[in-house]
């Protein structure tokens, strides 16, 4: 009995209103705030930084699960901290050494999450697993929102029995609607992100879809 996260990713809110998008995910049950940072050059998009994400801080009473799709990643690690995030996401791919990325997150005193690219085995987290507390799946290239969800349920299940009983979350990330969440949570995710399904017509009010569907898996 795992419990299903909902993770709103607001990169799919009013970015002109950001205090009251954040706000109106949680009244509507958001587990976490997906937060995507991106830097333009690990990813052909750019989004936003540390005084973003520590002006979002005081509006998110639930977690602040912030992704990055920088490189590099550890000479930023403690601005993110002093920002306010409570778990911390780099990807596997964004430089040569993200064991000690990981202990670094950790040391920061924030939860560690590392990230797979849909290329990406799940095999390259395999020797990390003891350092992390989430492993994000994307299930799209990194970079937009409002991509088309690409199958990953293997990696996804492959994933799960290598974490065997360790605390380990299982994020998916990208494509997530009614339709595609039952089939991670049946292959062992536990937290999902969805930015345009939860957004959808970029209102603050119709966060809809999320709470009677995405959660019901
Ligand atoms: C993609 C981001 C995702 C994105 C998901 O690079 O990491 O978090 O916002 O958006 P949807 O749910 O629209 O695919
Ligand atoms: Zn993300």
């Given at each position: 009995d795992r419990t299903i996260k909902i993770a709103p990713s607001i990169?799919?809110?009013?970015f002109a209103n950001f205090g009251q998008e954040i706000q109106a995910i949680e009244a509507q049950g958001a587990d976490w705030v997906h937060v995507d940072v991106m830097?333009?050059?690990?990813?052909p998009n750019l989004t936003f930084g540390p005084p973003a994400v520590k002006a979002f801080r005081p509006h998110v009473k639930t977690v602040m699960d912030v992704h990055l799709m920088i490189t590099p990643v550890d000479p930023y690690i403690q601005a993110y901290a002093d920002a306010g995030a409570d778990i911390l996401t780099a990807h596997v791919?964004?430089?040569?050494h993200t064991h000690r990325t990981l202990q670094a997150i950790r040391g920061a005193g924030m939860k560690a999450g590392v990230a797979l690219n849909?290329?990406?085995?799940?095999?390259?987290v395999e020797h990390l697993m003891d350092l992390t507390d989430l492993v994000c799946v994307m299930t799209?290239?990194?970079?937009?929102?409002?991509q088309k969800f690409i199958d990953m349920t293997g990696k996804v299940k492959k994933l799960r029995q290598m974490i065997g009983d360790r605390p380990v979350h299982i994020e998916i990330d990208g494509g997530v609607d009614p339709k595609t969440a039952p089939l991670v949570a049946a292959a062992g995710a536990d937290v999902l992100v969805a930015g345009s399904a939860v957004f959808k017509g970029g209102s603050?009010?119709?966060?809809q879809i999320y709470g009677d569907n995405i959660r019901a898996v």
């Open positions: 990169l799919s809110a009013d830097d333009g050059h690990f990813v791919e964004a430089g040569p849909p290329g990406t085995p799940a095999e390259a799209v290239n990194p970079g937009f929102g409002g603050v009010s119709t966060p």
